[in-house]
């Protein structure tokens, strides 16, 4: 019922940037908490980035300062914006949405994902 779309990944240089952008369709009234995971080859998946309906944000703290969540209801999307890219950045990013179905039942969803490279 809840399809979610990333795009926007690719390969960059160090220092370089990026924004992945995930769209989400569906039957959906409201969407809650959005989410930014990775996950590097051999290596645990992890939170990156988080933000709340109203706007609250929370980065892991080797992204602090570097990337920033953010979203648009009216599309039901929400961004990542990565600057300063180090090669450790190097991944595969999910999106995660969770919220209400117009028939009131809550969902949570993932992304296909998208890679990150930073190499120069």
């Known amino acids: 019922q809840v399809q979610l779309v990333e795009s926007g990944g690719g390969l960059v240089q160090p220092g370089g940037s990026l924004r992945l952008s995930c769209a989400a369709s569906?039957?959906?009234?409201?969407?809650?908490?959005m989410h930014w995971y990775r996950q590097a080859p051999g290596k645990q998946r992890e939170l990156v980035a988080a933000?709340?309906?109203?706007?609250?944000?929370n980065y892991a703290d080797s992204v602090k300062g570097r990337f920033t969540i953010s979203r648009d209801n009216a599309k039901n999307t929400v961004y990542l914006q990565m600057n300063s890219l180090k090669p450790e950045d190097t991944a595969v990013y999910y999106c995660n949405l969770q919220g209400i179905l117009s028939d009131y039942k809550a969902f949570g969803s993932w992304g296909q994902g998208t890679q990150v490279t930073v190499s120069s």
């Open positions: 933000i709340t309906s109203v706007g609250y944000t």
């Open positions: 569906g039957r959906i009234i409201s969407i809650s908490d």
